[in-house]
């Protein structure tokens, strides 16, 4: 949408997919998330994701006493269970910027993101009814498993892709160095950050431009920044 469009209007509705309030990690995956190609809501319901409906009116800033405006719907499909703020609002549990929070609420909140989630978040942003970004965070890992793949280095990453017989190129940064972080898998452009020291990754995936953002902070800190709409 660009920077000349701003946010005038925000209404949240959150809609509980789940059919069993039971953590999603737990139930056996359907869905390899590491594949690129896009995927649809009802896969996603199907799989036990919940589901997160916002809907923002949007004006145009270059208008004068412009009184036309539009509404844009995101739904957001995550492995999160929602929880209340202190608003009394309801958003995806809280899983960074403690800094406001007390010591308790920080230890249960992250014992839920390693024990529950199994130190996983994913995230999948549809705009309008369609798929526009997938966002895929891994912490600290001890041992990898199947439904978490190792993708902790740029020769692991081409080794699971190859496995799968999906095409895969490295693309060069536009920093010399030898951290390749820009991939061409499956004829879609992805961005993977990773450390083999801390076991840990984060994959995006825009599926309608090149812009990257790290979302944790705008979708998971007890609130939704505005910043998302401008991915």
Sequence with gaps: MGNKYKLINKSIIVSLILLILAP???????????????ITK??????????????????DEDKINDTIKYIVRYDMFTNVKPEKND?????PTQLGHFYREDSIKKRKNINYL?????NRIITYLFRDGKLFYKFIKVYNQ??????IPDLTSEKKIIKYYDSL???ILPLKNSIKNNY????KIDNNNVRIYYSDTDKSYEININYLSNYYHDILDDWYSGCINNSRYYL
């Design 42 to 59: 009802e896969a996603l319901e199907e799989n036990g994701f919940y589901k997160y409906s916002y809907t923002d009116t949007i004006d």
């Design 114 to 118: 390693q024990n529950d989630l199994n």
């Design 87 to 91: 608003q009394g609002e309801i958003y």
């Design 142 to 147: 001890n041992h990898f498993q199947k439904e």
């Design 24 to 38: 999603s990690c737990k139930k056996q995956e359907r869905i390899n998330h590491y594949l690129i190609n896009p």
């Design 165 to 167: 017989k999906i095409k």
């Design 180 to 183: 390749v972080t820009r991939f």
